[in-house]
C-alpha cells in the first residue's frame, strides 16, 4: 500500500506558467484534500472533494483550479502561476465515518 | 482575527523536560480537537484526538481540552529529541456532516528536544 502519493516531489515555476499537482491514494477513501502550508500560517484549504466528480472551495482557492475525475486521484491545478503561489503543497484523504486525515508526503513550487 | 491560534514557537527544551503545547480557538461549534505532529520534509501525522472536552491520555502524551475557555494542549512527558518536529493543533465542528470533516489548523509549533 503506497497510500497517498504526490507528484511531482518539487517544481521550479516561472510567473505565468503553468502546471498541475497530482494526488493519488489506494485507500478507497471519498474525501481528499488540497492544503498549502506557508511559515507561519499552518495548512489552509484550497479545495476538497467529497466523491469523485465533485469539488468545493475551501478557505483560500483563488488561483487553482481542482478535477476529481477518478476516485483515486485528486489534481490541483494552476493555470498562470504567481510568487505568491510559491509554498508547500499537501494532499489529504479521509474515510467519510472517521474524523482522521491522511497526508502525503507534499510538493515543494517555487514560482520566480 | 485567526480562528485558531498558536504560537509559533520555537521552543527548545532539554531531554526529559516536560513539554507543554498550547491552541486558543474562537469557533465555539468545534467539537473534534486533534494534534498533528510533522517532521521535517514529511507530510503531518495524527498523533492524539479528542473529542469534546477532556483529557486523553497515550504513552507520554496527553491531550487536554476546554470547552469552556476555548483551549487545547498536548503535554508530551519526558521528551526526547526523536519528538523533535512541528506539532500542529486543528479542529473541526464534526467528522462528518456539512463540514465533510475540513479542518481548522493552527499554525504549528516547531519543538526541538535537544539531548
Known amino acids: 500500500n503506497a497510500g497517498v502519493t504526490q507528484t511531482p516531489k518539487f517544481r521550479v515555476l516561472k510567473t505565468g506558467q503553468s502546471m498541475t499537482l497530482l494526488c493519488a491514494q489506494d485507500m478507497n477513501h471519498e474525501y481528499m484534500y488540497w492544503y498549502r502550508q506557508d511559515p507561519g500560517m499552518g495548512l489552509r484549504l484550497i479545495h476538497y472533494?467529497?466523491?469523485?466528480?465533485?469539488?468545493a472551495k475551501g478557505e483560500v482557492p483563488d488561483g487553482y483550479n481542482v478535477s476529481r475525475l477518478k476516485k483515486q486521484n485528486f489534481l490541483l491545478g494552476l493555470e498562470s502561476a504567481a510568487p505568491s503561489q510559491t509554498s508547500v503543497y499537501f494532499c489529504a484523504t479521509r474515510e467519510g465515518i472517521t474524523y482522521e486525515q491522511y497526508f502525503g508526503p507534499g510538493t515543494r513550487l517555487t514560482v520566480t | 482575527q485567526k480562528e485558531v491560534e498558536q504560537d509559533p514557537g520555537p521552543l527548545s527544551v532539554p531531554e526529559g523536560a516536560i513539554v507543554s503545547l498550547n491552541c486558543t480557538y474562537s469557533?465555539?461549534?468545534?467539537?473534534?480537537f486533534m494534534w498533528y505532529r510533522q517532521y521535517s520534509r514529511k507530510g503531518p501525522e495524527l498523533l492524539m484526538y479528542t473529542y469534546s472536552s477532556g483529557n486523553k491520555e497515550d504513552g507520554r502524551f496527553t491531550a487536554q481540552v476546554d470547552k469552556s475557555s476555548k483551549y487545547i494542549s498536548l503535554f508530551i512527558r519526558d521528551s526526547q529529541p526523536s519528538d523533535s518536529a512541528t506539532y500542529l493543533c486543528?479542529?473541526?465542528?464534526?467528522?462528518?456532516?456539512?463540514?465533510?470533516?475540513?479542518?481548522?489548523f493552527g499554525q504549528g509549533t516547531i519543538l526541538t528536544v535537544h539531548p
Open positions: 469557533n465555539s461549534a468545534f467539537q473534534y
Open positions: 472533494s467529497v466523491g469523485e466528480g465533485t469539488t
Open positions: 486543528a479542529m473541526s465542528p464534526n467528522a462528518g456532516g456539512t463540514s465533510y470533516g475540513k479542518l481548522t
